[in-house]
C-alpha cells in the first residue's frame, strides 16, 4: 500500500511498497484511511527531535476511516462503519484508562513511565505506524474510536481526533475562571483551538502570541481573540505585565512546544537549543508572564528532558504547571455536540488538501509554514 515513510530528519516520501497491516490481537481493527492529517506534533518527529523515530516508519495519529477488517473480539464496531480515531491509543482497563487518562494509558505502551500508545508517533510511545497511509491497524478498536455520525462532515470529524480536543483540554488544564485574562502562545491549530474554547470557559480576554503573521490574522478572526507578533512588541513578558497591570496573566497556555528553535535554527543559539531538544522560549515566556498563583497549562509537546527550563521560578513563583495528552475519548462527547451547535467550526482551519503521494511536499509546507498553511489534510488514493 501507499504510506507516508520517514528516512530521517527533514526527510519524509511517499513510499508505494509498504506492506498491507493486519490484525494481530482480537481487539483489532483495520481501518481503511479516508483522512489524515500533519499535526505540529509531527514536526517534532520530522525535525529529529524525538528520540527513537526510526526510520522506515509511518507518523500519523489524526485520522478518520472505513473499518474493512474486525478482530475476533470486537463488540462495537462492523465492517463499513465509518470512525474517527482518537490519536491515543488505550486499553480501557488500566489504572489510568479507569480514570479517563486515556493519554497515558499504561498496557498500550508498558515500557514508558509517562505517555501511552500514540499511533504513529516513534517507539518512545508504542512503536505503532500512523495513518499517514492507505491503511491503519487500529488496537483496542472498542475503547477509541467513535463511529462518525451521519450529519458529520468529515473534514470535522478528523479534526476531533486531535485538536479540537487537545485545544479544548488545554483551556480546560488551565483552569480558567469568568474575568480571566488568557496568554496563549502558538497560533498553530492547537493554539487557535485553545484560544477558541479558552472562551467557553469564561475568560474576559484572551490574547495568542506567534510570531508568524498570516497565522495570528486567522486566530484573531478564527477564534476572536487578540494576536500579538512577538517580533514587534520587544520582550514578550514585559508586554503582558503591562497591560495586566504589572500583575501578569491570569494563565498562559503553551501550544508551541520543542519547535525546532524557530527562526535562530542557522545560529549558533539555534542549534545548541535544538541539541538540547528544541527550543523553550514560548515555556520560558509562559512561566515568567503568568501572574503569581497563577496556571501555566502545556499541551506543547516536548521531547527529552529539556535543562532549559526554569524550573526555580516555578517553584518560587508557586505556579501549577498542568500537562498532559488530550484524552480524546472522554471529551468526544461534549465536542460533537460542540461541532453540531455550531460553537466550533473545526474544518475551518484546514487550508490544504494534498494527495499523500505528495506527502514529502505537505511536510515541507506545515513546516515552513509556506502558503499561508494552518493545517493540511492529506488524501489517500481511492
Ligand atoms: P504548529 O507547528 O502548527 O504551531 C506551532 C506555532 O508556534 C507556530 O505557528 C510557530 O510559529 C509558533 N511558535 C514558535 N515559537 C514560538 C514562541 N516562542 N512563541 C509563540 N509562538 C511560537 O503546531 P500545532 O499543530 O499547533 O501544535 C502545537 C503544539 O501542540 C506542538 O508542540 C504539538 O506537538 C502539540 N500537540 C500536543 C498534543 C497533546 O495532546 N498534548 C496534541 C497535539 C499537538
Ligand atoms: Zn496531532
Redesign the pocket.
Known sequence: MLAMNYRGPYRVRADKNVPLPEILHPQDVIVRVLRSCI???D??LYHGLVPDTRIGSTFGHEFIGEVVEVGTAIENLQVGDRVMVP?NIACGKCAFCRQELY?NCHESNPEATAVGGIFGYSHTAGGYAGGQAEYVRVPYADVGPVVIPNWMDPDDAVLLT??V??GY??AEMAGIQPGDTVVV????????MAAKCSWLFGAARVII????DY?LEFAERYAQCEAVN?RSIGD?VVFIKTITDSLGADVCID?????AA?NSINTLLGRYMMLQGG?T??LH?AINSVKKGGIVS?????GPTNSLVPIGNVLNKGITIR????SVKRLLPKLIQHVQDGVINPKELITHRVPLEEVGDAYHL??S?LDNC??TVLIPPL
Request: with cysteine; charged share 10%.
Open positions: 499535526c505540529g506534533s514536526l517534532h490519536f493519554g486531535d485538536v480536543p487537545t483540554q488545554a502562545f502558538g497560533a498553530g491549530p492547537i493554539g487557535i502570541i506567534d510570531q508568524v497565522r512577538f514578550p501550544a508551541v512546544g520543542c519547535e524557530g527550543s522560549t514560548a515566556w502545556i499541551v506543547g509537546v516536548y500537562a498532559n495528552q488530550a506545515f513546516s509554514k494552518i493545517k
